[in-house]
């Protein structure tokens, strides 16, 4: 089982930027397909972007598509989410989470990290 740690969220201004990382506390990330999910207050947690295994896929939520890009870094063991252009809606809990399936998928992960706050002022 991997533990999974969210780090970089914080507060910025609308129009701003924030990367965010997810590292493991245990295990090899390599492992994985990884995907970003975000849960704003009232409203239910949702997709935001996943990649492969190996990097080489990425699919992104129409929301945050061309705003946001996720990445993979496997020899450091850590997944990233750049994000670009916020908006005060973008302003929610932050999880990364992995699956120990082949393929991206919008659902259907197995580990999940506690969260990083990302706040976003107009």
């Known amino acids: 089982q991997v533990q999974l740690v969210e780090s970089g969220g914080g507060l910025v201004q609308a129009g701003g930027s924030l990367r965010l990382s997810c590292a493991p506390s245990?295990?090899?990330?390599?492992?994985?397909?990884m995907g970003w999910f975000r849960q704003a207050p009232g409203k239910e947690r949702e997709f935001v972007a996943g990649?492969?295994?190996?990097?080489?896929?990425?699919d992104y939520a129409d929301s945050v598509k061309g705003r946001f890009t996720i990445s993979r870094d496997n020899a450091k063991n850590t997944m990233y989410l750049q994000m670009n252009s916020l908006k005060p809606e973008d302003t929610a809990v932050y999880y990364c989470?992995?699956?120990?399936?082949?393929?991206?998928?919008?659902?259907?992960?197995?580990?999940w990290g506690q969260g990083t706050q990302v706040t976003v002022s107009s």
């Open positions: 989470a992995a699956r120990n399936g082949l393929g991206i998928n919008r659902r259907g992960y197995d580990y």
């Open positions: 245990g295990g090899t990330v390599s492992r994985y397909t």
């Open positions: 990649i492969s295994r190996g990097g080489g896929s990425t």
